[in-house]
């Protein structure tokens, strides 16, 4: 048995089934070891940071990773704009990257390069294979390090000789490291400060955005008075009828200073102390009020749900009655295609169990008010800021989720990052429906150009740099060009239609909005 | 005056007067300093492959370093593997990649990375600009590093409270170290040994295949008998009638040995001593024959073409007389679309000083031959083998030499990594005919896949993960969906018509074969 062969088996054998891939010639063995291992199931993406942010959305809905294969240095650059995404979600994510034969990389042939070097600065784990002994081990470390909590980025390099070489044979599963326990005596801690009648908030993300997560933190905030909210790009939060609900913090920072200007006590579960995304000229970048006192209930890696459910005991919140959002949707819009009449269609069609991929920026901010009452659903947002994730993100929910229809909204200008992600939701027919919020401008950085204070404004040429209308995108030909049916609807009406027919169909359908 | 300006301003002072670009917010004041500097020409892209790209193209053929605009680490990694394209075609280009405020980098805000990690494989000169008072000078030295010969990659990572912040204004220019002398002791003994009568091999790249090198190195093989051939993928290789034309290596390993087989001196002349693309199981990796001498008659940064020159002179060999390719076009075909009725049309029709950009692949292998006696013009081959570089590099080629048709041969795998290129020629109505070799395979792969040798022959599952027909791409759809007009003639003669219209009609046009 080959390298490969061992690799792909262990990963089976680990629970790792899924693999995305874009490969190149250091990974055909790799891909002929497919045939000897149906498990794996494989799927091929025509551009890598497909690849990568499919994996992200996968991990995100599957719990568990799936397994990336990537062509060497560039192939792997190409991806990491998403592993940096995946990385900032704790998705756990496993990348297996190609590289030249051991005894070839002397040579400097044109693709060498310094694969571990480019890999180390987004990989929590890394390790280059030295021999086809060591493989097997090799992955199932991987895998148990990109299990450990709270998920992280394991990269196993992987020299052609290792992969066509003989090995020992598949290595068996090793357990990851159990999630931590949050510390008895931080809990009690808290529990005092959130008696002491003072404002207090707390601060979710990660783990603790899941329903048992939220149910203990909206516990705590009806029994204490504090405030309960989320990081405003959360990983995955669970919402909709029948569920607590979280605000998201606000993404401009002076509005999202504000909320936090009151808090003297800011509790922190399952994420870290909140900064401005961006720093602006003369506007602070922290975004914790002048002597808010800041709190650990749970890092990211620890058992946020145990320890919020543990603090509701300690604060003595009641176990039943916290309020959660009712069933209601707003009616079908009418008249013209604004971005409020898309965001109100979605609340009064999405259908229960939608995951929500949400790469809407400017045009789709609003989305998620319209939908709170919506069925019980996912939302995922762009966890680390780097565009194009959205078509990938939806790509890989869907295939960790066969049986749920995932929406992903998509910026016009954030869309063409990573559009070839529309083929491979073709080729594996994916139940994807994306609206594409088409304003042809970068228009978040119309607002950012105002905002980092240019003096006198910006001019012709600073506005040119943001215009992407000339010439206009065609989604609906780009759609089709990679065998996705597409529409552009004319109205409101047109659009719920459209949708409702999107949602009625599997399979995957693009729809663009002229907001 | 801002840090911004003051770089802005030093490298329009140094000569570089293209900036392509892919912004976000922490570049928003480079980007409103363009209308305070409005001889920096700005072409904006819709992702960062085709900005690194662009600027390789752009480099290659202007000889003088185009600077990019990168967003943070991300927008960086996208733009990385054409980057490496570049670095292995010894393209001088500045990357300027836009990072957090100073200040900023300790809030680890969500799209902070480690931007300088990520840069330093991919750079021969990288350096953090540290205060306004600097940044002049940085950009000074970035843009003498990258016209160090034979051409670097400068890396200038900009912190966005340095872009906004005062600054001493520009620098002055700084001249870049003077391209290196080949050694004449060398050249002497080299001289001996082409007089020796053993068989000898000069092999050329870069600077070497312009035109005096090429007359250079064919006077010296007319003289001495020495086969002149070049590498597999040069990064510009002047060619066509009344041009002396050098043989390119082959690509396959196996047959560049043959090759190679009976040469007893090898004589490196801008480039290093061949080894395979990638390394096969049971194969050399070396292709230089046991016992064969190897010699560098100059380095990439050395000047290739007088030590060529001063070599002719050393060997007796004629200034005059030596062998051009003679003016020969083939015949306009008829019938079937096939690869080499394509091949052969460009051979027909080819304008004079056109531009081809090479990343046709498989089925764009032949078309070289067909195009030996066309009117001169210039090949630009994928250098690093980091495939995507093609519409980008032709993008570049296009804005350094506004009066010259550029031909962009394309495989359809190929064409997908960087398709968003098409947009920017249409915003920019560049002179690019984009000709898509459409087999609907990754076709390299399948025969990559049965030279690696796999056990037993590759199975559907393998064969799976390189075929690109389900769904077939429609290129047309795709090139209309971002502004460029395009066709797919059904036959060569209609071939013929597209591409004679294209010649005729300057601005972005895209002919998709299906071959």
Request: hydrophobic share 45%; with cysteine.
């Amino acid at each position: 048995m080959n390298g490969a062969q061992s690799l792909i088996r262990t990963l089976v054998g680990c629970g790792v089934d899924v693999c995305f891939m874009n490969p190149g010639t250091s990974e055909m063995h790799f891909v002929a070891a497919l045939d000897a291992v149906p498990e794996m199931r494989s799927s091929l993406a025509l551009f890598e940071g497909v690849v990568t942010g499919a994996a992200d959305g996968y991990g995100r809905m599957a719990d568990k990773p799936a397994a990336t294969l990537l062509h060497l240095g560039p192939g792997l650059t190409n991806g990491l704009a998403n592993v940096h995404n995946a990385r900032r979600a704790f998705t756990p994510m496993l990348n297996i990257v190609g590289d030249h034969a051991t005894y070839h990389k002397v040579y400097d042939a044109p693709l060498n390069s310094d694969v571990d070097g480019l890999a180390r600065p987004m990989s929590d784990w890394l390790r280059t294979a030295q021999s086809g002994t060591a493989i097997g081990h090799d992955a199932a470390e991987a895998v148990a390090a990109a299990r450990t909590a709270p998920g992280q980025i394991a990269t196993l390099i992987l020299p052609a000789d290792i992969s066509w070489g003989e090995s020992s044979g598949p290595a068996q599963p090793i357990a990851p490291a159990a999630r931590k326990k949050a510390d008895d005596a931080t809990i009690k801690q808290i529990a005092e400060v959130l008696r002491s009648g003072q404002k207090a908030t707390l601060l979710l993300n990660g783990y603790a955005l899941r329903e048992r997560g939220l149910i203990a933190a909206t516990r705590i905030g009806e029994k204490t008075g504090a405030r309960v909210t989320c990081d405003t790009f959360p990983s995955r939060l669970e919402r909709g009828a029948g569920l607590p609900s979280v605000a998201r913090m606000n993404y401009f920072a002076e509005l999202a200073a504000d909320e936090l200007k009151d808090t003297q006590h800011l509790i922190l579960v399952g994420t870290k102390s909140p900064a401005a995304f961006f720093a602006y000229p003369g506007k602070p970048s922290d975004l914790v009020a002048p002597g808010c006192k800041v709190y650990t209930l749970a890092t990211p890696a620890e058992d946020a749900i145990e320890a919020l459910e543990h603090l509701a005991e300690a604060v003595g919140a009641p176990k039943t009655g916290y309020r959660v959002e009712p069933a209601r949707r707003s009616d079908k819009p009418t008249g013209a295609l604004t971005s409020a009449a898309v965001g109100t269609a979605i609340g009064a069609l999405l259908p229960e169990h939608a995951i929500v991929v949400d790469e809407g920026n400017t045009e789709g901010i609003f989305t998620p008010y319209y939908t709170v009452g919506a069925p019980r659903h996912d939302w995922l947002f762009n966890t680390g800021g780097s565009i194009g994730l959205g078509l990938p993100l939806a790509t890989g929910a869907a295939v960790a989720c066969p049986g749920r229809k995932v929406v992903c909204l998509e910026g016009d200008g954030s869309a063409m990052y990573t559009i070839q992600a529309l083929w491979t939701m073709a080729r594996e027919q994916l139940d994807v429906t994306t609206i594409i919020f088409a304003n042809r401008s970068y228009k978040i950085l119309n607002i950012e150009l105002m905002r980092v204070g240019v003096e006198g404004g910006p001019g012709a040429r600073a506005r040119d740099m943001l215009d992407i209308s000339r010439p206009d995108l065609d989604f609906v030909a780009l759609a089709r060009g990679m065998g996705v049916s597409a529409s552009r609807p004319d109205g409101a009406e047109a659009f719920c239609a459209a949708f409702e027919h999107a949602m009625r169909e599997p399979g995957p359908h693009l729809i663009e909005c002229l907001v």
